[in-house]
């Protein structure tokens, strides 16, 4: 009766793989506020809460600055460059190929996105990023969920990139870059 040609099942499925990731980003942009909330009516007034003693523990802390809290109180600027930064992430999630080889860089820019919104949330309601794990042993510079979105994803990427994919798996990128060297030229020409 009804025939479904290849080129709409195909359209249908990359539909419902954006929505999946949406739906992903959500939970994930939900799962760092939550504990961003609970950070600051917890911790913040009982204080501190140890894990493994002399390891790892939970403490409130306020980064007015990026990451390592450089840029301390540059909070408008940070935030500019998240929304820029989030609309090249979002752009370059759109070129990146649907093919079964792509889902992993499809995840971990779903968790990339999510990182870079939740401590955007953070810096245009509060002022400043709510931070709270804090790895004592090595006094390392204390940290958040969204951050872990940020780093294990590059560390994921990095590695995908090193002993998975090959020089032309990352063609499409080109494209994008293409487009800006053809914009330049126009106004280039145009002078």
Known sequence: MFKINKHSGERHGLMKQ????????IIL???????????RTTLKK???????????????????GAVW???ADKTTFLSIITVILTILLVFIYFKIPNKKRYLPVHII???????????????ISLKY?????????????IFNIADCYLTVSCVLLLIL????????????????????????KDLENKE
């Open 18 to 25: 954006r929505i999946r990731h949406l739906i992903y980003l």
């Open 46 to 64: 009982d204080g501190p809460i140890s894990i493994i003693s002399g390891v790892l523990k939970l403490q409130y802390h306020e980064n007015t």
């Open 129 to 141: 990023v709510v931070d709270f794990i804090y790895f004592e042993l090595i006094d390392f510079p």
């Open 161 to 184: 990139s090193l002993f998975y994919y090959k020089d032309d798996d990352f063609e499409f990128l080109e494209s994008i870059f293409k487009i800006g060297k053809r914009k330049e």
């Open 29 to 39: 942009v939900l799962i760092d506020q939550l504990s961003k909330y609970w950070a």
């Open 109 to 123: 820019w779903v968790f990339i996105i999510a990182g870079a919104i939740g401590n955007f949330i953070d810096r």
């Open 69 to 71: 809290g450089i840029m």
